[in-house]
């Protein structure tokens, strides 16, 4: 009866390992299979050429998109981010068949910056070619395709950005000049600042890295768009508008008294055109910004000397101290005795 018992318990365990190796075979074959499978889908991504929905594949290729759930939790609902921030960033060298077409556009804006090579764009109807140096702007919500050069494919640093100011942004002036290609100098900045937020971001999503970044983006975005303003000095080769020039010739005879004529014969245009033009691009009236500017200068001097207020109108093409007085009160919003006494009291803590 006990080697039967024992028969019995052997048989039992007999069995039980040869279904346990069978669970292990079978488990270590469903390994394998998930290994090669994960391999070959491996091997197949790696191997990806040119552009798939709108994505490119290439070697040497960099790129972060910043998942929507952390854009929807840390983001949109932060008063610092949420005006304007970065939803993606990416660095495409000799992008081979990169091509992009969307027929409703993005919510979003794009800026591409060419480095090297050659590729085009189509906004709407009208077509671009981009060459080495050259940057645009892609506004949100419009019909676009892009796409590099066959024979010399372009090398890209490219971000795109969005938030609840964009709508306004759009509207500026210097902004939509870009929405064609555009000439940029790089004084160095460009692709250090572009690094920083890129390799930021690397380091994962908290918030004082997002706020790092997205504060890098605005500073990144000024690199293109007020691109001359990024030197000391703006070169002779460069080419300003009758507006900038204006306002550089204001700046220079801020002492002076400048009629509206004055400024608009200098430059060839009607009093009415150049008033538009004028405003177009800054949002006053020619003599408006001048008297601001003047103002600026009266503060200057009510800070920084002694001198009578009187004086200080003389000084600014005012003949008339009591009419200095009203307008200073109109801009600044005190009069200048007022203005030089909380600025005194100011000084004391």
Request: glycine letters at 6%; aromatic letters at 14%; proline letters at 3%.
């Amino acid at each position: 009866m006990i080697l039967s018992g024992a028969d019995d318990l052997g048989k039992r365990n007999c069995c039980l390992f040869v279904e346990w190796k069978q669970k292990e075979s079978v488990c270590n074959f469903l390994l394998v299979i998930f290994a090669i499978q994960s391999y070959c889908l491996q091997v197949m991504e790696d191997n990806k050429k040119g552009s798939h929905k709108n994505i490119w594949y290439g070697l040497g290729r960099q790129r972060i998109e910043i998942p929507k759930t952390i854009l929807k939790s840390r983001v949109h609902g932060n008063t610092m981010l949420k005006h304007l921030h970065i939803c993606s960033i990416g660095y495409y060298p000799k992008a081979k068949d990169h091509f992009t077409y969307r027929k409703k556009g993005l919510s979003e804006n794009f800026l591409f910056y060419c480095v090297d090579g050659n590729g085009w764009f189509q906004l709407g109807k009208q077509k671009y070619e981009v060459g080495p140096n050259e940057f645009f702007i892609l506004p949100q919500n419009t019909e676009h395709s892009y796409g590099s050069n066959p024979d010399n494919p372009w090398t890209i640093y490219w971000i795109h950005f969005g938030g609840e100011s964009l709508k306004d942004l759009n509207e500026i002036q210097a902004v939509q000049k870009h929405f064609k290609p555009e000439y940029v100098k790089n004084n160095g900045d460009i692709i250090p600042i572009f690094t920083k937020i890129y390799k930021t971001l690397e380091l994962g999503y908290s918030i004082d890295n997002l706020l790092f970044a997205n504060m890098c983006l605005s500073h990144f975005l000024t690199l293109f768009v007020y691109n001359s303003r990024n030197y000391s000095a703006a070169s002779s080769t460069d080419k300003l508008d009758c507006v900038d020039t204006a306002i550089l010739f204001m700046q220079e005879h801020i002492n002076d008294n400048i009629s509206l004529n004055d400024l608009s014969k200098q430059y060839n245009y009607s009093v009415s055109r150049f008033s538009n033009l004028f405003k177009q691009k800054t949002g006053y009236a020619p003599i408006d910004y001048f008297l601001q500017m003047k103002m600026q200068k009266a503060c200057q001097q009510l800070d920084f000397t002694n001198r009578s207020i009187k004086d200080i109108a003389f000084s600014m093409g005012f003949d008339d101290p009591y009419y200095f007085s009203k307008r200073f009160r109109t801009i600044i919003g005190m009069s200048p005795k007022i203005y030089r006494t909380r600025k005194s009291e100011e000084s004391k803590y």
